[in-house]
C-alpha cells in the first residue's frame, strides 16, 4: 500500500506510534461474528463501516488518539514483513 501524499507533510512512525499523525478515525467499531470483513486497505479508504482515514492537521501539531494511524501501521508491518498482522504478532510479541 502506499500512503497518498497530503498538504499535510510526511507522516513518521514517531507520529504513528504517539498518536500525533494528524489522522481522522479515533477507533472502529468493528464487525459482527460471521459477518464479511473488508480488507484492511478497505477499512482506510473508507469501504468498512467506518469513514475513510484522512490526514486532518500537520503531523506532529498535537496529540489525537488515532485508532486510524494505527490501522496503518499494521498495514505497513503487514507490507514489510509479508506477514499478516496476526502472524506477525504472533511470532514477534
Excluded: C, W
Excluded at 18 to 46: C, Q
Excluded at 54 to 59: E, G, I
Excluded at 74 to 83: H, I, N, P, R, S
Amino acid at each position: 500500500m502506499e500512503v497518498p501524499k497530503s498538504e499535510f507533510g510526511i507522516i513518521t512512525l514517531r507520529h504513528l506510534l504517539s498518536h500525533t499523525p494528524g489522522l481522522t478515525t479515533a477507533s472502529f467499531r468493528g464487525y459482527a461474528r460471521g459477518e464479511v470483513l473488508p480488507t484492511d486497505v478497505d477499512i482506510l479508504n473508507g469501504k468498512g463501516n467506518s469513514t475513510a482515514v484522512t490526514a486532518t492537521l500537520p503531523a506532529g501539531q498535537q496529540f489525537q488518539y488515532s485508532g486510524g494511524g494505527y490501522m496503518v501501521l499494521e498495514v505497513l508491518l503487514q507490507d514489510v514483513t509479508g506477514k499478516s498482522f496476526a502472524e506477525y504478532v504472533d511470532k514477534t510479541v
